[in-house]
Every structure is written in C-alpha cells, then in structure tokens.
C-alpha cells in the first residue's frame, strides 16, 4: 500500500512535506526555548511525522471503514516484498532518531510498535482512510524499528557518545508493555472487525491477469481515463473463489477470481455526504438505471424491493432476488441509492439458477424440527433458500431462526437449517 500511495497520490507528497517543516519547526521551537540541541529533537519529530502522514493520510475521502484485518501467515513473505522493505524503511528514522533522542532503544521501540498497532487499529474502523488492517505491516513497522534502534545504539558507540540505556530491567519492561499494548489494541478491535488469515504472497502479489482484469473493471465502471491505484488478490480457501481488491481516487471495487466478475463495490458518494428527499420509485429507476448498465443478468425474473435504511440520510436500499417454487436463488444484487438520488455503492452474487430436488418438507414440519432441537426456543423467522451442501451441490434448505431466555432477561439468537428434500438437520459451522 505504501508503494502505491507514494507512486500515485500526489497529495501525499505535499502532506509529507507540511508534516515534516511543521513537526520540524516546532520541535526546534521547544528545543530552543528549553536551551536544549535544536537537531536531534527536529530530526525525531519530522521522522514521526512522516510515519503518520504516510500511513494515515486519506486516500480515499469517501470509503467506509473496511472493518476488515488481514493476519498474514507468512512474515518472511510479508516483509522481503516491494511493500514490505519499503514498511521496514519507513520506521527506521523515527526509531534511529528517538532512540538517540530519549538514550533508551528498547523504550523507542516498544513505542514505535504500539505506534504502528495503534495505526492498523485506525485503518481498519476509521471510514474515509482506504487503507485496512494487516499485520504484516505491523511486522515490517515493528521489525523496522528494531532495526533504527539497534543502529543507533551502535551509532553511539562508535562515536563516543554518552552510553544509551539497555539493560535487562529495560528490556523486560517493554517487552511487558508491548504484549500488553498488543493485547489492550487486539481486545478493542475482535468486535468489529472481521479477521481475514492469508499468505503474504497471495494478499498482494497480483499477477498480470489479476491486474489487466482490475484496471478493466476500474475503467469500466469509473470511465477510460480512471487508474486503478492498488490491486491486490487474496487466494480463496477450500476451494472457494479468489478475490482481488483494487482502490483509486474515484472508488473501489472487489472482483472474483477467477473470472473478474464485480462483486462489491464503492461507486458513488457515501449517503451521509449526499443526502436529500429520493422516493421509492425515483430510487428504483436510479438502481435500474445502473444494473442495466453492468448487472443486466439481474433484472431477469426476479423483484425489486426497496428498503429504506434509517438515519442515512434518505438513502435506500434496492434489492434485486429470485425465487423459484418458492426458493429463495443464490442470485442477488443490492443498490445503495443516496438521498440525492446518485448510487452509492452495490454488492452482487451471479450465480445461475440450479437445479434442485423436489421440496418434502413444510414449513410447520421444519419449525417443528427447529424447536426440539433447541426446547424451549421460539421461532422467529423461517426462510426456504438455495444452499450449497458439503460437496458444493444446491439443496433447498428451511433456515429457522429462534430466540431462547436466558438468565437475567437475556435472549440468545440461534440458527436450524433443515433440508427441505430430506428433512435432516443440516450441520451450521461454528455453531
């Protein structure tokens, strides 16, 4: 991320430059008003600066918060790509610099690491940023200054400078703090965010394929003159689908892979930045508008509800879906139309119609099955929809929701799905 930020974002080059003179200035300022040496504060400050204009400047004004953190599974991966090296050399100066600053090398770098985990902590939650959490970086961050304090503990040395700090009190000290930082930042963020586990090598190597089909659907959907700043692909598991990710100044999309068929996708304004007084219908011919334009398949048997979604300010929800006998397909596509009647975002599954077995089972037998399995339990919703089984073929299944009491007032959501052709409980991962 940092690469391409660096090679098309000309806005982070100016953010640089007023970070670093202003950080500069007034770290002298203070340096000079306390009789202190003007360089050395001035050179750590500009090196912090740096840090955080680069890894928090906003590429992307109107993208929400990705809600996402990417645990890579390979670190010498992570840390010897373009990427990577170029995460470690970002950190050395504020460490180099802060070490020689505060004479305490453990203490710099403990902090600097709390630093860069304080940094993907705000990348994931915060909206407008367009950058996401990856422990990677943090890795080549930490690893980064690691590297500026040990040269600077050595770079006093050689040069006859007063001793830095080192001891074995120090080191304890923050190795304590730093798990117990790590912890405090991990604890506030498994809430909110979803952990996504990849290989460095997959998440952002993408080949040339990956890239042509990015810049394809980046120009498709943004016009012939839009560049598709970052592209990365994440390998799918099980079998699964890949998914390549790419971001620009205009939007961002998610396609599948293989295939490059757009899946999600930030198009438009976020609706709290465009909001007015948009009707059902005029939503609808808006959301119309644009899935004839690039998801035709979708305006195909299938209807159109409209949601509306609150305090955001008169936005609606289109929402393209299909049922067969009753089944609820695997299709669908979701509109996002702000209150200014301009879209805003879309997410969408093409998956053709399958074939399925004959439904046995009825609704009042499914629920039934529901509640033994959980007695006592309430029913509060029922569903028939296409799923795919164990083996990746389409069943028709009874997805039963139900809530239980709990001690203190509490309710527990619980989730059966029954096979409607057999009438088997089907087995729910992670419940």
């Known amino acids: 991320m940092i690469r391409a930020i660096f090679t098309n974002e000309?806005?982070?080059?100016?953010?640089?430059?007023?970070?670093?003179?202003?950080?500069?200035?007034?770290?002298?300022?203070?340096?000079?008003?306390r009789s202190a040496p003007v360089l050395l504060p001035a050179c750590a400050a500009a090196s912090t600066a740096l840090v955080l204009a680069a890894t928090l400047y906003p590429i992307h004004p109107g993208a929400p918060a990705p809600l996402l953190c990417t645990v890579q599974r390979d670190l010498i991966a992570a840390m010897s790509s373009t990427q990577g090296l170029m995460n470690i050399a970002l950190f050395v100066p504020a460490a180099f610099f802060g070490a020689l600053l505060t004479r305490r090398p453990?203490?710099?770098?403990?902090?600097?690491a709390l630093l860069s985990a304080a940094v993907e902590a705000v990348q994931a939650v915060t909206p407008g940023v367009g950058r996401s959490c990856d422990t990677g970086d943090l890795w080549d961050?930490?690893?980064?200054?690691?590297?500026?304090?040990?040269?600077?503990?050595?770079?006093?040395?050689?040069?006859?400078?007063?001793?830095?700090?080192?001891g074995r009190r120090e080191a304890v000290r923050g190795a304590l703090a730093l798990a117990g930082g790590v912890a405090v930042v991990a604890t506030a963020l498994v809430?909110?965010?979803t952990v996504l586990p990849a290989d460095a090598t997959e998440n952002t190597q993408a080949g040339p394929a990956q890239r042509a089909a990015a810049a394809k659907a980046y120009r498709d959907f943004f016009g012939p003159a839009a560049e598709a700043v970052s592209v990365q692909f994440v390998q799918g598991f099980n079998g699964q689908p890949g998914t390549i990710s790419t971001t620009g100044a205009h939007g961002s999309l998610t396609l599948g892979w293989p295939g490059g068929e757009p899946a999600t996708g930030l198009v438009g304004p976020l609706p709290e930045n465009a909001p007015g007084e948009l009707t059902d219908d005029a939503a609808v011919a808006a959301a119309t508008r644009f899935a004839r334009a690039y998801f035709p398949w979708a305006l195909t048997d299938s209807r159109t509800p409209v949601e509306v979604r609150p305090d955001s300010a008169g936005a609606r929800k289109v929402v393209w879906r299909s049922r067969v006998?009753?089944?609820?397909?695997?299709?669908?596509?979701?509109?996002?139309?702000?209150?200014?009647?301009?879209?805003?975002?879309?997410?969408?599954?093409?998956?053709?119609?399958?074939?399925?077995?004959?439904v046995t089972v009825a609704e009042a037998t499914a629920r039934s099955t529901a509640v033994a399995t959980y007695p006592g339990a309430v029913v509060t919703s029922a569903d028939l929809?296409?799923?795919?089984?164990?083996?990746?073929?389409?069943?028709?299944?009874?997805?039963?929701?139900?809530?239980?009491?709990?001690?203190?007032?509490?309710?527990?959501?619980?989730?059966?799905?029954?096979?409607?052709?057999?009438?088997?409980?089907?087995?729910v991962p992670g419940r």
Not at 106 to 112: D, E, H, I, K, Q
Not at 410 to 425: M, Q, W
């Open 10 to 33: 000309a806005g982070l080059l100016w953010a640089v430059v007023a970070a670093l003179i202003g950080s500069a200035v007034l770290a002298a300022v203070v340096a000079r008003r």
């Open 106 to 112: 453990v203490s710099t770098g403990v902090a600097l």
């Open 141 to 166: 961050n930490s690893l980064g200054a690691a590297l500026g304090c040990g040269l600077a503990f050595l770079w006093s040395r050689r040069v006859g400078l007063r001793p830095l700090v080192a």
């Open 191 to 193: 809430p909110f965010v």
């Open 325 to 358: 006998d009753g089944v609820l397909m695997p299709m669908g596509l979701d509109v996002i139309v702000t209150g200014s009647g301009q879209v805003s975002s879309f997410s969408a599954r093409h998956i053709d119609t399958p074939v399925l077995p004959g």
């Open 385 to 427: 929809v296409a799923e795919p089984d164990r083996n990746g073929a389409w069943q028709p299944h009874w997805v039963i929701r139900l809530t239980a009491q709990q001690a203190q007032g509490r309710s527990r959501l619980l989730l059966v799905v029954v096979d409607a052709a057999t009438g088997a409980v089907v087995p």
